[in-house]
């Protein structure tokens, strides 16, 4: 490209909060012919609240449902709550009781996170004017959830993996989080490993069974930004690939996808921060020049690897540091200006 052309694309940019580091990044950005988004915080609003709260025995049968009541815990091998009729009075605040203990729990564990999930679920607690006790020995398992010591027992909130890895079955609480997966939320299993139990208390062969409860399920749900599902139509009309790129789950992931447009197949869930560059090189593998979108920590390298990285400017210093564009606004349809201002500045060199 001319200085020029240059400078005028470099111009438009800017009056459209679309900020080019440089020339060659400019004249890039038009040879996408793919565009990977990051789902929280990019394709949605990443401002999460908390949803729902499901309580399970001890056995983890389901024994309370959150959220609507219409359709009451079923879970498999769960014991059948009483059908809507039968349940009295009593009954009912025996529920809202359980639920308040698994939402307590959750939210003092949480309490030492700043992860969008674990805010809303301390947001939550507190809305609902639960006393959240402290926690100590807090812990952060990335792309996993936390853990901390709350009264005197470990508690977990995080997904099947985090609770399967602490010897947890979660599978009791299957139904239960396919059905809040499937509306697009975010579920969360809490569990608890009773202090007695806990791994320090293990011998020296080890031998001490760690027997964690599963306590039930927590959900928080994201929204999509308005402009998501333009932003997509008007990609896939210039004939751009469009993926979506999470740490999610699949079902939440395709639930999201469904809701702005990206095909099923084009969804890459369950990516670990850590391997979220790696997604993009391996989709680049047959040539495919790839535009990630994203906005936090997580995405810093994947948008290094990729041919063009755009951060969201309301994102992280060290997102926008990696990328080559910068979008102002938290605005998806700026993606697709910053694709047409750069054809635009070759039309102006020819
Ligand atoms: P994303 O890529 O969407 O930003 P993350 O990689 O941060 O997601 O997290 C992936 C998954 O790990 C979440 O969907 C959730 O199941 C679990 N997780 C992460 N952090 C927490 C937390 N603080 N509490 C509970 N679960 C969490
Ligand atoms: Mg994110």
């Known amino acids: 490209a001319t200085p020029a052309a240059t400078m005028v694309g470099t111009t438009i940019g800017a009056q459209n909060g679309v900020l080019f580091k440089g020339g060659d990044v400019l004249e890039r950005a038009k040879d996408v012919d793919t565009v990977v988004f990051d789902k929280t915080g990019t394709l949605t609003k990443g401002e999460m609240s908390l949803t729902d709260v499901v309580a399970f025995g001890g056995d983890g049968s389901a024994v309370a449902d959150g959220g609507d009541r219409t359709d009451a815990a079923t879970d498999g091998g769960a014991v059948a709550a009483p059908e809507r009729g039968e349940t009295d009075t009593d009954d009912r605040e025996d529920e809202s009781d359980d639920e308040n203990e698994v939402l307590r729990l959750a939210a003092a564990a949480e309490s030492g996170s700043e ?5 809303a679920i301390v947001d939550g607690a507190e809305e609902r004017g639960i006393d959240v006790p402290d926690a100590a020995d807090f812990e952060n398992v990335p792309g996993h959830g936390v853990r901390a010591t709350v009264e005197g027992d470990e508690i977990l909130v995080g997904n099947r993996k985090l609770l399967r890895e602490n010897d947890i079955d ?4 299957a139904e239960t989080m396919e059905r809040l997966e499937n509306e697009g939320k975010t579920a969360m299993l809490v569990g608890r490993v009773r202090g007695s139990e806990r791994s320090e208390n293990r011998d020296a ?14 959900a928080d749900a994201d929204t999509v930004k308005e402009s998501a599902t333009e932003a997509v139509a008007a990609l896939r009309d210039r004939g751009t690939e469009v993926m979506m790129l999470t740490g999610d789950n699949e079902r939440t992931a395709r639930a ?52 063009v990285g755009c951060a969201i400017g309301s994102g992280t210093d060290v997102a926008i540091e990696a990328a080559d564009v910068t979008l102002m606004r938290d605005d998806p349809l700026d993606v697709v200006k910053a694709v047409r201002i750069s054809e635009g500045t070759l039309q102006k060199i020819k």
Do not use: C, F, W
């Open 115 to 119: 992860h969008p999930l674990a805010r």
């Open 170 to 173: 979660p599978s009791p609480a």
């Open 205 to 218: 062969s080890g031998r001490t069974p760690r027997a964690g409860e599963l306590l039930g399920v927590v």
């Open 256 to 307: 999201v996808a469904e809701q702005v447009g990206i095909d099923p197949e084009n969804v890459r869930a369950g990516v670990l921060p850590e391997d979220k560059s790696d997604a993009v090189e391996e989709i680049q593998t047959d040539g495919s020049r790839a535009m990630m979108v994203g906005d936090g920590v997580n995405d810093a390298p994947a948008l290094a690897v990729a041919y």
